[in-house]
Structures are given as structure tokens and as C-alpha cells.
């Protein structure tokens, strides 16, 4: 009977400790699974009053390059009544060309000229209206007119777009970074967060306004136009209340405006060495310091020389 109680003890035991470890796990975790979610929320999604504003900018110019710009050889074909396929094509291709010049163009006047926060005033204003003029003309205008007045507002949406490329996003980093100049840190875990949260201010918005577009039933080119417009309008007056949140800088750094210019460059052509134009810059700098250090040398040694003189005549 003893060796019954103790085998049914030593059993009794096993389960209990089975039990607990058992209990151990559900326990542990889904604390550690929850930790992870928060962690990454916590490294993916950032909210701020300087940064939402121009999140809802990105969004609603995502859902206009998506729904129109991107197929705007489709609505160039349906409007203007034509089979002439090339004749859009054309028009389409120079249009992007366009764009892309402008982008650098645009850069380079934000940084040497005016601050971001007008460019992306101005550039916004005139696509806005590039919008309202299209809507406009294809509810009330007829078909004919409407492919006169297109290449108005085509330039008036082409500043839109290469205003996007060109300031939007590193207005929207730079406000990032001056709210988080505040607490810096070099520990491992906050400097990937920085980084990851950085990417996701862009893509997190862009993704939700391809998403609008693909998702909001917009039966006809009107209904389209008429979305873009209001978006893009709401989304516009949004950014403008929140410029008491914004940091502007009025200061034009000439090694940043050299370093953005080179961001466009590699954006715009992989192929372009602009490895060789980086290293060139550098030896351009150092040699700069170094000729001013020579010349402070040389303005000391005559000043010394200077004072000699005059010590020798007393």
C-alpha cells in the first residue's frame, strides 16, 4: 500500500508541476506577444500635430496620382473623343518629362531661394486649381473645350506633382526630426525606431490614398475630379491651420542644399556617379579650410611683423 500512496503521490507531483508549467506559458506568453505589438506600433505609427497635417497632404495626393494622374492617357482618350492613341501618348510622355525636370528645378529653388513650406504652399495652390478647372470644365463645358483648356491645368497639376516629389516628403522628415531633436539618445533600439518611424510617416499615408482609390467607387471621370478636388482642397486648408505647429527655418545650409541636391539626383538617375561628385565636394571643402587656414597664418605672421617694426623705430 506504501508503494501505491507513493507512486500515486509522485504522479499527483508530476501533474501539478505539468500544470504550472503549463500555466507558466499561456502566462509568459502573451505578455511577450503584446509587448511585441506594442513595441511595434510604438516603432511604426507616430502621431503629432506638426506631422498629421501634412500626412493627410500625402494622402490626398497619392489618391489623385492613383485615380488620375497614373491613367490620364485613359481619360485624354475618353474625353477628347479620339482613337488617336499617340496623339495621347505624346501628350502624356512630355507631361512626365516635364515633371521631372521640374523636380529638379523646384529643389533647387526651395533650397537656395525659398523656404519648403512656400514651395509646397505654392505648388499645392496651383494644383488645387489644376484640379477645379478640370472638374469644372467636364461638368459644364463640352467636349470639345474641355481638350483646349486641358493644357491649362495639365502645367497647373505638373507644378502640383514635381512639388510633391521635390519638398513634401523632406518637409514632412524634417518635422520629425526637429520634434525628436528634444530627447536625443544613441541607444540601439531608439535610433532603429527613429529610422523605421521616418519611413513610415511616407509610406503609411501614400499606401491609404492608393487604397481610397482603388476602393471609392467613382463611376465616371466627373465623380473622380470631383473626389480630387475636395480631397485635395480639404487636405490643402488642413495644412495651412497647422503652421503654427511647423518648424520653418528661414537659414539656407550650403552643404545641406549640395547634399538634397544630390538626394534628387540619385532619386532621378542610378546611373549618375554621384559617389565621384560626393568626394569631390569633400576635397573642395578641405581644401577651402585649408586655404582659410593659410590665410589666417599669413594675417598673423603680419601682423607680428607689423608690431616688430613698430617696436624697432621706438
Known amino acids: 500500500m506504501r508503494g501505491f500512496d507513493r507512486a500515486d503521490s509522485i504522479v499527483w507531483r508530476q501533474s501539478v ?5 503549463i500555466w507558466s506559458r499561456c502566462n509568459i506568453l502573451p505578455c511577450q506577444c503584446i509587448d511585441s505589438v506594442r513595441k511595434w506600433l510604438g516603432n511604426h505609427f507616430y502621431f503629432s500635430k506638426a506631422t498629421t497635417p501634412i500626412r493627410g497632404l500625402v494622402i490626398s495626393h497619392s489618391y489623385v496620382n492613383h485615380a488620375l494622374v497614373s491613367i490620364l492617357i485613359t481619360y485624354l482618350t475618353d474625353k477628347w473623343r479620339t482613337s488617336n492613341f499617340a496623339m495621347a501618348a505624346l501628350v502624356t510622355n512630355v507631361q512626365e518629362g516635364v515633371s521631372d525636370i521640374l523636380v529638379i528645378v523646384l529643389a533647387r529653388i526651395s533650397d537656395t531661394h525659398m523656404t519648403r513650406f512656400k514651395m509646397i504652399v505654392s505648388t499645392n495652390a496651383a494644383y488645387f486649381l489644376g484640379l477645379l478647372l478640370l472638374w469644372i470644365c467636364s461638368e459644364f463645358v463640352s467636349s470639345q473645350t474641355v481638350a483646349k483648356i486641358y493644357y491649362g491645368a495639365v502645367v497647373l497639376i505638373v ?8 519638398t513634401l516628403k ?12 528634444e530627447r536625443p ?9 527613429l529610422e523605421t518611424r521616418k519611413e513610415a510617416l511616407w509610406h503609411h499615408p501614400w499606401f491609404l490614398g492608393a487604397l481610397l482609390a482603388v476602393f471609392l467607387p467613382t463611376p465616371t471621370w466627373t465623380i473622380t475630379l470631383m473626389v480630387s478636388t475636395i480631397l ?4 490643402y486648408l488642413l495644412f495651412l491651420l497647422g503652421y503654427s505647429c511647423y518648424f520653418v527655418s528661414s537659414r539656407i545650409d550650403e552643404y545641406s ?7 534628387y539626383l540619385k532619386k532621378l538617375s ?3 556617379p554621384v559617389e565621384q561628385e560626393e568626394e569631390e565636394e569633400e576635397r573642395r571643402r578641405d581644401l577651402h579650410g585649408h586655404k582659410s587656414d593659410l590665410v589666417l597664418l599669413e594675417l598673423v605672421s603680419t601682423r607680428r611683423s607689423a608690431k616688430k617694426k ?4 621706438h
Open 17 to 21: 508541476i505539468r500544470l504550472g508549467l
Open 159 to 166: 507644378l502640383g506633382e514635381a512639388g510633391r516629389s521635390a
Open 170 to 181: 523632406e518637409f514632412l522628415e524634417n518635422q520629425y526630426f526637429s520634434e525628436d531633436k
Open 185 to 193: 539618445s544613441t541607444d540601439e533600439n531608439y535610433l532603429k525606431r
Open 232 to 235: 485635395v482642397g480639404v487636405s
Open 257 to 263: 542644399t549640395w547634399k538634397s541636391r544630390l538626394d
Open 270 to 272: 542610378p546611373v549618375y
Open 310 to 313: 613698430v617696436l624697432a623705430t
